[in-house]
């Protein structure tokens, strides 16, 4: 950009064209923990991957026009996207409860750690709740999901009057089962284990 | 770095008409195909309208967002979003969205997740639905198709190109 043609004309016709093109603009952001995914951009012809924090692109109908690094940092990403990231949605936060065995009467540090958690629901707007089920690895898919579903909503029944004391509308509380798809102790199948059988709780 | 070249945003641009198409065809009102609770609506400052189907509706906080509706924001408006797989989404001022394609299953985390950002500035947070199956989120601008593999990232698309 800065190496074009010293005439005027030209100069002024490729500040234009350029302050147009970048226009469109797409930049990855770190996140507070560090991991950083990646967006791959397709356009005209090209594909670029971004998959560094602050990684940018300016695509433009005939390609993907990756910036050199270090092209948008923060500052600039304030200037352009400031009031759009003030308006972002808290990000959701969830809490593991564990039951007593072959109950559904919780353990003594989950009842504690639902009560702390209950308490983040007051500074929350049109709060969400989504209980999800989770099983260890004995018994097959299908038994599991079932189980999974079974009891999560077993427990939004259990937790429903609490949760409409905090202002929470019923029909904003789901229940889901995931079966054994997403362990806290990774196990081989068929592996009894009790911190896998729990249920979480998260407010969106 | 994966360097494979995905035709994403032609397949995904016929697809998209088909499935208008299809509707159209099959005599069914495009509400009836649309009345799919996908997301909520988390804040709002300024003027924000959502269009399903050729009715206006004014955003409120709490209030629910469907598949196929378009979120328009005003100069000093912006809006923010959750949605069912926990992504979260916002727009910034003079914005256009629209809501292509959303299917969650709750129990597999299996998925789709399409917008268009016909203006304006968005900025997304991906959820279950990226981290189940990479890039099955995908961002449209009049220019660009972004596949999403799992990060927080901002977009601005410039309106007048089209």
Not at chain 1, 77 to 88: D, I, P
Not at chain 2, 11 to 31: E, T, V
Not at chain 2, 97 to 102: G, P, V, Y
Not at chain 2, 113 to 125: E, H, M, N, P, R
Request: glycine fraction near 8%; aromatic fraction near 6%.
């Amino acid at each position: 950009m800065a190496k074009t043609t010293p005439v005027l004309a030209p100069v002024l016709g490729a500040l234009l064209l350029s302050a147009c093109a970048s226009r469109n603009l797409v930049v990855v952001l770190p996140e507070p923990n560090g991991h950083v995914g990646a967006v791959v951009v397709h356009a005209g012809e090209s594909q670029t991957i971004l998959n560094k924090g602050y990684a940018a692109a300016t695509p433009s109908a005939r390609s993907a026009n990756p910036l050199p690094a270090g092209a948008y940092g923060d500052t600039k990403v304030k200037q352009v996207f400031g009031e759009t990231l003030a308006a972002m949605p808290e990000p959701p936060v969830s809490q593991d409860l564990f039951f007593e065995t072959d109950s559904l009467d919780l353990t003594p540090q989950s009842t504690t750690a639902l009560q702390a958690f209950l308490d983040k629901l007051k500074t929350r707007k049109a709060v969400e709740i989504v209980i999800t089920g989770h099983t260890d690895t004995m018994g097959k898919d299908d038994y599991n999901d079932a189980l999974s579903l079974q009891r999560a909503e077993s427990i939004k029944s259990t937790l429903l009057p609490v949760l409409l004391k905090y202002g929470v509308s019923a029909d904003a509380v789901t229940a889901e089962g995931r079966g054994k798809r997403d362990l806290l102790v990774a196990t081989p199948d068929d592996t009894p284990e009790p911190r896998n059988r729990r249920v979480e709780i998260t407010v969106r | 770095m994966q360097t494979t070249v995905s035709p994403i945003a032609y397949h995904g641009r016929r697809r998209n008409s088909f499935w208008l198409l299809g509707c159209f065809i099959a005599g069914l009102p495009l509400s009836a195909m649309a009345d799919e609770r996908i997301g909520q609506i988390k804040t709002e400052t300024g003027t924000v309208t959502i269009v399903q189907a050729g009715k206006t509706r004014p955003a409120q906080v709490g209030g629910p967002v469907f598949k196929s509706d378009t979120v328009i924001t005003a100069g000093h408006s912006s809006v923010g979003i959750t949605f069912a797989d926990n992504s979260l989404m916002a727009l910034g001022p003079f914005s256009r969205l629209s809501l292509d394609q959303f299917r969650f299953n709750t129990t597999t985390h299996d998925g789709a997740f399409d917008v268009s950002l016909k203006k304006g500035t968005l900025a997304i947070k991906s959820g279950q639905i990226v981290k189940q199956t990479p890039e099955a989120m995908r961002v449209r601008t009049p220019v660009a198709v972004l596949g999403v593999r799992g990060t927080e990232f901002v977009v601005r698309a410039d309106g007048t190109e089209s």
